[in-house]
């Protein structure tokens, strides 16, 4: 009997959606093991084989771990709210819901085909309202929030109302807009109800304010860093420029210590915790103040580096800076405008990134340095961002490599304030020493140096300490239609939170998927969507990421329409155990789930601070694209297109073109296909090897562009979903990318196909008997079963499948087909093949049910993990290469514990010795236990 791999997989993705053999219940009895793929987003293009590489590998996890007893929480859902649908709304006039639908019920096809383990009675969707009520929730508790510096956590703003009664803020230490004032409680108590919540704004984990913006008017809203591209929206190819608009801000800020901290205590990579170090960025430094010259302007630099204040030769702001038009003399106006113009167009990620483009502009005025009184002139370049630090650098043109390279570009002058430090040698950032041309700092060390400008610069009012963070408050709002609405509405002018009895806030219908044609976003085209009929709403949605910053804590709960999680859930479940997903998400999804779910434990809703406890970043499955070779018509001539084979093609002035991947197995060209594929190639000719034409090919990511995409649905078609498991976790180690081949996916079918034959001859005829295992059938078994356990655990995926290949191989040989062998050997192979395991199983369970518990027959799932025996590994003899003078002639095994004279005995007793040593008598024979056997003659 054949493997008929499409009959058993069809079967028993049936008898599991039928039985809810995965659903997942509370159980306190047992251990819990939480096992997360970050939840995909349902483009209409579904799913490439690249794709379900992390998934599988969680999937592999999620059955061991059922086998080792833990009671597993494997769930999937979908990110559902996004640009991709909206962008298809305005062209097509189809609403995105329907269009989300569809592509999601295409992803929920393939990954079913491909056999996953979810609890897909869990599945959430971040566009249902039953989920985003409580995204909307949420954000409802961050905008009636404020951080309590002195607790280190958040509070509920009644909190700090009371404090502001009792003795306004002269006691609070709390995060805050810098342009907060200090005011007493009679201050507090005389203010008008309008008065108080605008000043309670300042203090709000979710406020409103103007902020500089990457807006896209092709797409008509803002942008993440992310999404921008030299200059470009990452979707569209669409201009993009820098605007000031009225923003929904998150308070991030006020977590980058605790961010900081805590990622010690989680085991990520180093690669990833390096990357969040860096994007929170703490500096510690000082605020020194800058007088404008003739102005009643200061302008405040933050520096690292105060020791170099007298090595300042100019000042700059960046181009977004609020006080541009004011420190812009009316000589520049004309070239202030026109740089400003120019840079508009630069998102901040472009210029943060970019260290060789030097631009800029002077503006005319002077700044007078703090402690040396000098007029210095300012200037504004697109190397300084507006939203880190104060958008002010003291530019030090010897200490930093921008600043040098400004300054060579502009002719500014280049002050050494080192000892040793030569200024036409170029920028010395570390350079540490004595100070030199730096005033009262003169003959310090840059240590003693920093900490008296600081103590100077405090003396004189002219500056402070202060700690800051690359990192800046999150932007929260979004000019689209498919988006969560956020749950405000304006009376007076101000936003109050919608009730929440009343949420969800849903999204109404609209005519048009796109901004009114005054320039304000979609929503406002909803007739008479108001609050009670008579308040404005907030017209933007949120992003993206809100609805994935805590979709991994309604997984716990999803049917609960009382709370966004149980207390009894989220203590059963806590924290993800292990979580895969790609190194693309590191400073956003990421670090706003970490953040998000800091906030909920401060409130009290949550019990863990970090979501996340360990990280797998899965690597890239590359393209393995095919190429052909068109012959260049000869000038004068015109025809028939000709292509001529790889190995031929240096004959030829060719141009290498690529060519649809499915069109060619063992990279030979199926000329047929070729010529039905594009019209242009109808009635082409081939120049052909060996009665083949063989293609070329590259290594490439896998793209539509290079027809290099393959669909797992053709995989599974024709190898089956057990063997595009198996495959996926052979390529490699599961963190490094990795070229697709599907010319490789044979050995995989092939060793499935071993398996089966241990069960069942070609008749048909099952093999499986109840004899004892022999010792030697026993050990290669226990064997497999130390080497596969103790590589999932330390999670490597693709040395599993080489040990169970290697191990059915030498099964193979023994002749064995052992019931007490191969239900073990199920067991086994069922994380990475579960169908095959489960049919297996089946006939096991039919034929022997009296040597299976109850309750393990029905499903293979439900069996424990075999344990492997010392015992039955042990040696009982060794096998020593025999070498004569120094070369290896033979070798020789012998019990563990036969004397050593007796071993020397037959060693020159042996035909092969007695061969090479001519008879001779050895002058010494050298025997190392377990090791090797040495003849001098």
Not at 55 to 62: E, G, P
Not at 164 to 193: C, I, Y
């Amino acid at each position: 009997m054949e493997y008929d791999f499409r009959a058993i997989e069809q079967k028993w993705q049936q008898h599991w959606r039928n039985e809810h053999t995965y659903r997942t219940e509370i159980d306190p009895t047992r251990p819990k093991f939480y096992v997360l793929d970050m939840f995909p987003y349902p483009s209409g293009a579904g799913l490439h084989v690249g794709h379900p590489l992390g998934y599988i590998a969680s999937d592999v996890v999620a059955r061991y771990k059922r086998h080792k007893g833990f009671n597993v929480l494997h769930p999937m859902g979908f990110d559902a709210f996004g640009l991709p649908a909206e962008q298809y709304a305005i062209e097509t006039g189809q609403h995105p819901a329907i269009t989300t639908e569809n592509n999601i019920r295409r992803y929920k096809e393939q990954l079913q085909n491909i056999g996953f383990s979810y609890d897909w009675d869990r599945e959430v969707q971040t566009s249902d309202p039953s989920f985003y009520r409580w995204t909307q929730w949420i954000f409802s508790q961050l905008f009636d929030s404020w951080y309590n510096q002195t607790t280190d956590r958040a509070e509920p703003i009644a909190t700090l109302i009371d404090a502001f009664a009792h003795n306004g803020n002269l006691d609070v230490q709390a995060v805050s807009d810098e342009d907060t004032p200090r005011f007493s409680a009679e201050t507090w108590q005389k203010m008008s109800e309008q008065e108080q919540q605008t000043l309670l704004l300042k203090y709000r984990l979710a406020y409103l304010t103007e902020a500089t913006v990457n807006w896209c008017p092709a797409l008509g809203t803002v942008l993440a860093n992310d999404e921008v591209k030299d200059g470009v929206s990452e979707r569209g190819g669409y201009p993009v420029e820098r605007r000031k608009m009225q923003q929904w801000m998150l308070r991030i800020t006020a977590y980058a210590d605790r961010l900081l901290r805590n990622l010690d205590t989680l085991a990520w990579s180093d690669a990833m915790v390096d990357m969040q170090r860096n994007w929170i960025g703490k500096s510690n430094g000082a605020e020194l103040n800058f007088p404008v010259v003739g102005k009643d302007i200061t302008l405040t630099a933050f520096t690292t580096r105060a020791d170099t204040i007298f090595g300042v030769t100019y000042v700059v702001v960046a181009p977004e800076h609020e006080l541009v038009p004011d420190l812009t003399t009316p000589e520049q106006k004309a070239a202030v405008e026109a740089y400003l113009d120019e840079t508009k167009s630069r998102s901040e990620l472009d210029r943060m990134s970019d260290v060789k483009t030097v631009s800029g502009v002077f503006t005319g005025s002077y700044v007078k340095n703090p402690l040396s009184d000098e007029e210095i002139p300012l200037w504004i370049a697109d190397y300084v961002l507006a939203g880190y630090g104060t958008g002010v650098v003291m530019a030090v043109p010897a200490s930093d490599e921008r600043d040098y390279r400004f300054a060579k570009h502009f002719g500014l002058e280049i002050r050494p304030v080192i000892e040793g430090t030569d200024p036409e040698a170029g920028a010395n950032p570390t350079k540490e020493g004595v100070m030199i041309n730096s005033g009262f700092l003169n003959g310090m060390t840059c240590r003693e140096a920093i900490d008296a400008a600081i103590a100077k610069a405090e003396e004189l009012g002219l500056g402070k300490a202060k700690v800051n963070f690359r990192m800046r408050d999150a932007i929260f709002s979004r000019q689209r239609y498919w988006g969560e609405p956020v749950p405000i509405y304006f009376k007076d002018g101000l936003p109050q939170l919608v009730d929440d009895a009343e949420l969800p806030l849903v999204l109404p219908e609209i005519d048009q998927y796109k901004p009114t044609e005054t320039g304000e976003p979609p929503l406002a085209r909803a007739e008479g969507w108001q609050y009670h009929g008579k308040y404005d709403y907030e017209l933007t949605t949120m992003p993206g990421w809100a609805g994935s910053s805590w979709y991994f804590l309604r997984y716990m709960d999803p049917q609960n329409d009382q709370q966004f999680v149980s207390e009894e859930a989220v203590k059963y479940w806590n924290q993800v155990d292990l979580y895969i997903g790609g190194t693309e998400h590191a400073t956003g999804h990421l670090l706003y789930s970490r953040f998000w779910n800091l906030f909920l434990y401060d409130r009290g809703y949550i019990f863990h601070e970090e979501p996340f406890q360990k990280l797998i970043n899965q690597g890239m499955i590359q393209g393995r694209s095919n190429l052909v070779y068109l012959v260049k018509s000869p000038e004068g001539k015109s025809g028939k297109p000709v292509f001529v084979s790889m190995g031929l093609k240096d004959q030829y002035d060719v141009i290498e073109q690529h060519v649809d991947v499915n069109l060619v197995e063992n990279d030979v060209l199926n000329v047929e296909a070729f010529r039905q594929w594009r019209p242009e190639n109808a009635e082409a000719e081939f120049i052909l090897e060996a009665g083949q034409y063989r293609c070329g090919y590259a290594v490439e990511k896998m793209s539509k562009r290079w027809f290099n995409v393959v669909n797992p649905d053709d995989i599974v078609a024709r190898y089956g979903a057990d063997t595009l498991r198996l495959y996926e976790m052979f390529l490699g180690p599961l963190e490094q990318s990795k070229p697709w081949n599907t010319n490789g996916i044979d050995g995989a079918f092939k060793f499935l196909r071993k398996v089966w034959r241990l069960f069942y001859d070609e008749e048909g005829k099952l093999l499986v008997t109840d004899e004892a295992p022999t010792p030697a059938e026993l050990k290669v078994l226990h064997q497999t079963l130390k080497k596969v356990e103790q590589d999932i655990e330390r999670d490597s995926f693709n040395t599993p499948v080489s040990t169970m290949m290697i191990c059915v191989n030498e099964l193979t040989s023994l002749n064995c087909h052992k019931r007490a062998i191969l239900q073990e050997l199920l067991v086994m192979l069922s994380p990475y093949a579960p169908h095959l395991a489960e049919e297996l199983w089946a006939q096991l369970s039919e034929n022997w049910p009296q040597a299976l518990p109850a309750e393990h027959r029905n499903s293979v799932t439900r069996a424990p993990w075999p344990q492997w025996e010392e015992k039955y590994l042990r040696e009982d003899s060794f096998e020593y290469p025999v070498s004569i003078n120094g070369k290896m002639r033979t070798r020789m095994a012998f019990a563990l514990d036969m004397p050593k004279a007796e071993m020397e005995r037959e060693v020159l007793a042996s035909e092969t010795v007695q061969k090479w040593t001519e008879g001779k008598p050895p002058k010494k024979v050298i025997i190392v236990p377990q090791r090797i056997i040495n003849i001098v003659v």
